[in-house]
Nanobody, 127 residues
C-alpha cells in the first residue's frame, strides 16, 4: 500500500513563495519511479482542480494554465518525494493542495486517473 504525505503548506503574503513536498512510503522501492505524480488543489466551495504533474522517471511536466510560469514540479526518486515550488503567489492560489499517484505513469490532468491521494496541506495567501 502506498501512502502519500504532503508538507510545507502555510500562510504567505502575496508575491511570496512556498515549496510543498509529498513523501511516499510503503512498498515502493521498486515502483516509485514508475508512478506519475500529480498536484491538485481545492479552494473552499470549489471543485478539486489539476495544478500540474510529472511523469515517471523521464520527468516530463505539465501544468495548468493558471500556474504555468509560476509553479514548478520536480521529483527525487531516491527520496520518494515530489515537490511543488510555488512562486509569485496570489490570493487566488489559496487552497488545500493534494498530491496524487498515477500508477500508469503519465500524471494527466484527469483526477480519476490517480489511484492514491495524500490528505492535503493548506496554503493561504494573504493580500
Amino acid at each position: 500500500q502506498v501512502q502519500l504525505v504532503e508538507s510545507g503548506g502555510g500562510l504567505v503574503q502575496a508575491g511570496g513563495s512556498l515549496r510543498l513536498s509529498c513523501a511516499a512510503s510503503g512498498r515502493i522501492s521498486n515502483t516509485y519511479s514508475t508512478y506519475g505524480m500529480g498536484w491538485f488543489r481545492q479552494a473552499q466551495g470549489k471543485e478539486r482542480e489539476f495544478v500540474g504533474g510529472i511523469s515517471r522517471s523521464d520527468g516530463n511536466t505539465n501544468y495548468a494554465n493558471s500556474v504555468k510560469g509560476r509553479f514548478t514540479i520536480s521529483r527525487d526518486n531516491a527520496k520518494y518525494t515530489v515537490y511543488l515550488q510555488m512562486n509569485s503567489l496570489t490570493p487566488e492560489d489559496t487552497a488545500v493542495y493534494y498530491c496524487a499517484a498515477d500508477f500508469g505513469g503519465s500524471a494527466p490532468s484527469n483526477r480519476n486517473a490517480y489511484e492514491r491521494w495524500g490528505q492535503g496541506t493548506q496554503v493561504t495567501v494573504s493580500s
